[in-house]
């Protein structure tokens, strides 16, 4: 069993930063892809980015491309999701997934694909 918690959400101005953190307890291997999912009201939740542990291979949604950063911390065994140049539209929940599984590819953006879920962390963008 994987444990996931999130933190690091809250209020910033548009065209600011964010540094979210997943914390990953339990049986994470090198064998695991992290993802970041978000889920704005009234909308899906929708895929962010995602890492695969080993090796580090990186995968963005378009929306996000040159604007977030994820990465790991493998003496923390945490994921982080570094986020700058904020909009308005960044505005979700955002959740952190993971799935035991050595092949990332464009399967890595499905929620459905993952098996373990965190409980999410606001992050609300101001005009």
């Known amino acids: 069993q994987v444990q996931l918690v999130e933190s690091g959400g809250g209020l910033v101005q548009a065209g600011g930063s964010l540094r979210l953190s997943c914390a990953a307890s339990?049986?994470?291997?090198?064998?695991?892809?992290m993802g970041w999912f978000r889920q704005a009201p009234g909308k899906e939740r929708e895929f962010v980015a995602a890492l695969r542990w080993s090796g580090g291979s990186t995968y963005y949604a378009d929306s996000v491309k040159g604007r977030f950063t994820i990465s790991r911390d493998n003496a923390k065994n945490e994921v982080n999701l570094q986020m700058n140049s904020l909009k308005l539209e960044d505005t979700a929940v955002y959740y952190c997934a993971a799935k035991n599984d050595y092949g990332m590819g464009p399967w890595a953006s499905s929620v459905r694909w993952y098996s373990y879920w965190g409980q999410g962390t606001q992050v609300t963008v101001s005009s």
């Open positions: 339990g049986r994470i291997s090198s064998n695991y892809v």
